[in-house]
Nanobody, 122 residues
């Protein structure tokens, strides 16, 4: 079991940056892939990025590639999502998730944080 808590969301103007954090507690965080998903109002929760437990595989949705960077510090049991050049369409609740998988579907992840709101104004 792993528990996840996100932080770092907020209101930012288009073109700005934010860094989200995902603090994990419980056992063996370093044995899990960590991923970020987001959900905008009225839309399905969608994959944003993931970072494998070994750190050798990262993945990004096409919509964020080149603008977002995922990282993790297993010594601190924390994962991060650095978001730059933010756009109004990035507005959503961002969720951290963990699972022993390399898949990108939300149904493939069993451990979730409560989410943090990111709002990008035009």
């Amino acid at each position: 079991q792993v528990q996840l808590v996100e932080s770092g969301g907020g209101l930012v103007q288009a073109g700005g940056s934010l860094r989200l954090s995902c603090a994990a507690s419980g056992r063996s965080f370093d044995t899990y892939t960590v991923a970020w998903f987001r959900q905008a109002p009225g839309k399905e929760r969608e994959f944003v990025s993931s970072y494998s437990r070994a750190g050798d595989i990262t993945a990004y949705a096409d919509s964020v590639k080149g603008r977002f960077t995922i990282s993790r510090d297993n010594a601190k049991n924390t994962a991060y999502l650095q978001m730059t050049n933010l756009r109004p369409e990035d507005t959503a609740v961002y969720f951290c998730a963990a699972e022993r998988t390399l898949r990108r579907g939300k149904e493939d992840y069993n451990f979730w944080g409560q989410g943090t709101q990111v709002t990008v104004s035009a």
